[in-house]
């Protein structure tokens, strides 16, 4: 194992506490195996109970960094359901849907997955503390996943820019907080610094070994799917780190002739916070980072770390990129929500986002498609009270406010009369 820029192919050993080539350029894991895949080492961890084969991470470790099993902190993580709702399917317009909910991971999201082999690591090379900039999730991931390890932790939030559901996770869990005025990027911007001037481990996914774990969402949905690729994957796009770790597992299961194609790759990003979408537009010829603004937090990012590994999974996959409003997000979430699964905003815009892509002729009406929800509903309450009780909620269609009247059985029959 060791690490390989993607940019210049430079190589550095794994047990180095890094995240950046000297050149700038972002690290990528190289595992080198031998062998053929045996995949029935999967399954039979499915039965695992206990310890770290009950992981739906560490499950696939024959794909995953060789890290010795006393330094592996798991909560467990993964394990997350795949729901099929003929509804939403027939909403969005095609013919087969499957969403695999990451909001169902200890701490409410896909960053679980990550945290769980990016600690595991820090805990081999001998880091002494951990940090992250976050605008909510990442933050309540590393607070969580530094106690279990026993690791001091700091993490860095964008002033007034968190919902208080992610920012009472980190404070909870004992996390050293630090409050920037101004948005994500700024915050970005002041770790990585942190982390070059005082050894800090950083915990974003710019750290190569986050999206080694964050690659386990396609190896779990692919297992759960009987290993057969969907005809498309569609996912939110903030800081690209799911992005170019779905790019990556499919590599990988590809290369090792699990799959025998790969599926089509659509992300979607809020169109307050679309830098990739742009520059996806100009054909990758060009990128210009943004100032993010969106109701979807988790991706209210305008210049994504993970640009470069993205761009190279939508190659890879012959894959899209679009954008779509808060509106489109809002609604979404209101019909997730509304068939009993429930998500945050952000998770809503692949919803959103298939919808669009159907109507504008791209995703085909009779695909089967895949989708990931990166977050769960608890994690911005606010988003919800505001779309049924806000201001605007006579304007959204699948408003479902309280209905106040006088504790009468008159009262009760007139407003409940048409289900009683």
Known sequence: MHLRCVDCGETYPADRLVTRCQCGGLLDVVIERTGALDRSGFDRRLTALTGIERSGVWRYRELLPPLPDATIVTKPEGNTNLY????????????????????????????DRGMTVATSHALW??????????????????????????????????????????LGQTIAYGARIVQIRGNFDAAMALVQDAARRYGIYLLNSINPFRLEGQKTIVFELLHQMGWEPPDWIVLPGGNLGNTSAVG??????????????????????????????????????????????????????????????????IDLTNGVVAAVSDE?????????????????????????????LVSDGVIPVGASVAGILTGHLMKDTDAVMDYHLGPDAANHPLANPPQVIDPTPAALEEILGDVL
Not at 90 to 105: C, I, P, S
Not at 335 to 355: M, Q, V, Y
């Open 84 to 111: 099929e709702v003929p509804g939403l399917a027939a909403w969005a317009g095609v013919a087969r849907l499957v969403l695999k909910h990451e909001g169902e991971n200890p701490t409410g999201s896909f960053k």
């Open 328 to 356: 489109a997000i809002m609604e979404a979430k209101a019909r997730i929500d509304r068939a009993g699964i429930g998500c945050e905003p952000a998770s809503a815009a692949t919803l959103a986002g298939l919808r669009q």
């Open 125 to 166: 090379v001998g880091a002494q503390i951990v940090a992250c900039a976050s605008t909510g999730n990442t933050s309540a991931s590393v607070a969580a996943y530094a106690a279990t390890a026993g690791l001091p932790a700091i993490v860095f939030i964008p002033e007034g820019k968190i919902s208080a559901a992610k």
């Open 248 to 313: 990556k597992a499919l590599t990988e299961l590809h290369e090792a002739g699990v799959i025998g194609r790969l599926p089509r790759v659509a992300v979607i990003q809020a169109a307050g916070a679309a830098p990739f979408y742009e520059a996806y537009r100009a054909g990758f010829r060009e990128y210009h980072p943004v100032t993010p603004e969106t109701v979807a937090t988790a991706i209210r990012i305008g210049d994504p770390v993970s640009y470069s590994k993205a761009r190279r999974t």
